[in-house]
């Protein structure tokens, strides 16, 4: 005979249920027919022989019903009835389906219902709103976009093509009466004068042949070469020649100094300048140091 | 094969005149033509006879190259043209929606596109920046950053608003541009640029976004001036008009009492944004020094209207299996 107890004893109460799942504060049902997801001796669906469920199926809930005379048969075993939309409306179905049904499943049954029917109504309520969609990363498509990034950011040699276009404006008068710089007048006098006091403030420029210096800055690279090969002499070499532009403007000061970065050979005019104008200097500090220590 | 002093063992290979068993190469070694480097199993012996290999290798160019530039001198005039190096700019797949600067086509519909307005000067940009749902701490600085890079920019909070909702309202308050910066893992990641009265929406991919503090051997902080700006390389149609978004972000009087400019400069297919002030030394020479945020963008859409990403008309999508076959082939 099928015996509720008797199933309780073997299943529900020792750990051979499958669908039974223990926690440390409690013990859970996994069975889909189970009305409240604990393991209880009432809320078993095995071991009750009557018993009823509600369940939601896109979007409409039904209440399922086992009944002891259809125990026999699997296939009919649980009875389905379609609820009302209604929310009033299905809960008098349910008291109307399960009248005189003990009075723990009825509310147990309705409780569910209620649970279901506003997580339903927040469904609907989300899907309206924005809903964020996570695009997976591909990590080949990432690597090939980054490394295609440097190659761009070093063909642009951003730096020249900037400037490159200030000079242009500057050459189309787009400036105005701002700066005074004699345009086509006295051309080649100031490029003179330029490649050897501003040979060491030239942009950054690649790797590139030296056949592409002007043949001018090219015989002083050639007789220094050997002296500047050390790294930590461009260090002294920048902070000596900031002293230089001292007077200068900070801005022209930093944006020289923003220059050196590689250029080792070009240091050699530098170097030859150096005395003379670092002769000035200790000129103008002598009286100062002078008057403090008297 | 005595494996004792590897060094030492290379006599067989070859003859090494003068070679005891120091590492420095003599001067002409000679290879026998079946030598190959990659028979020898053992790696030191085989590492330096590689690096032998190599050092020869380089005089040999070196030694072509005097021999072709004396070539070169000895002829004088008639000489050949210099090769010029092949570069992926220079194979570059003609793009035939190239502009043409002269072309009354372009000129036409950019007369009558939703820029007109801006460059009419009918309109003042007024820019509102936000980014998408909680923000993190480096957005909301580059947040900032930005807005002070743009001039007559607001940065204001998302607060979980819908972006259809917020366009109505900017709309109403008169702004004509709306930069979304949207992140991920705390760090931007992507930049909607949409302009407003139902203008194109433009949606990009950022990457390497530098704020102030991280860039090395910067200037003081940009000042109020409206700053110049440079677009560079924008040749197609496509990018013409992108090039145009961009520019309408700006006010159209740049104040060049503040020495600062903008750029954009495009680079296979990458947009490249700096913002540096500059000085005239002379009027062949001028130093640039960076202030501000950089960040690279990359195009992934451009669509007809605002934005909308349902039902939107997109005019070009960055599609990955058609646009990314070809190395030579770029968009913008």
Known sequence: MHSDDVVWSMLGNRQFCSYKMTTKTQNFCRNEYNLTGLCNRSSCPLANSQYATVREEKGRCYLYMKTIERAAFPRRLWERVLLSKNYEKALEEIDENLIYWPRFIRHKCKQRFTKITQYLIRIRKLTLKRQRKLVPLRRKIERRENRREEKALIAAQLDNAIEKELLERLKQDTYGDIYNFPIHAFDKALQQQEAESESESDAEREEEDEDDEDVDKREFVEAEDSELSDFEDMDKLETSSEEEQEEEEEVEKKASHSKWKGKTPLKGPARRKRPYIEIEYEEETEPSTKTKTA | ?332
């Open chain 2, 1 to 332: 094969m005595k494996t004792s002093s590897g060094i030492e063992n290379l006599i067989s290979y070859g003859p090494v005149p003068g070679d005891g068993a120091g590492p420095p190469a003599p001067e002409r070694v000679l290879f026998p033509p079946t030598f190959s480097v990659s028979e020898i199993k053992n790696k030191q012996r085989r590492h330096f006879m590689f690096l032998r290999w190599k050092q020869q290798q380089r005089k040999e160019k070196l030694a072509l190259k005097k021999k072709r530039r004396k070539e070169r001198e000895a002829l004088g005039d008639k000489a050949p043209p210099k090769a010029v190096p092949k570069t992926i700019e220079n194979q570059r797949v003609y793009d035939e929606t190239t502009v043409d600067p002269n072309d009354e086509e372009v000129a036409f519909d950019e007369a009558t596109d939703e820029f007109a307005p801006y460059f009419n000067r009918q309109t003042v940009p007024k820019i509102l920046i936000t980014t998408s749902d909680r923000p993190r701490g480096r957005t909301v600085r580059f947040c900032e950053q930005l807005a002070t890079v743009i001039p007559n920019s607001h940065v204001y909070y998302r607060r979980g608003l819908a972006l259809k909702r917020i366009i109505p309202q900017c709309i109403a308050r008169d702004f004509t541009d709306l930069i979304v910066i949207n992140e991920d893992r705390k760090i931007p990641n992507g930049l909607v640029l949409s302009h407003l009265p139902d203008g194109p929406t433009a949606h990009f991919r950022m990457s390497s976004v530098r704020l102030r503090k991280e860039i090395k051997r910067k200037g003081k902080e940009p000042t109020e001036h409206v700053p110049e700006v440079i677009l560079n390389n924008f040749t197609t149609r496509l990018g013409h008009s992108i090039g145009r978004m961009f520019a309408a972000l700006f006010p159209h009087n740049p104040q060049f009492i503040g020495r600062q400019v903008a750029t954009f400069h495009n680079q296979r297919d990458y947009i490249f944004f700096r913002f540096h002030r500059y000085i005239f030394k002379s009027e062949k020479k001028v130093g640039i020094q960076e202030l501000g945020p950089r960040f690279t963008l990359k195009l992934r859409s451009l669509q007809k209207g605002t934005f909308d990403s349902k039902f939107g008309e997109y005019e070009w999508i960055h599609k990955r299996r058609e646009m990314d076959r070809s190395r030579r082939k770029f968009h913008l």
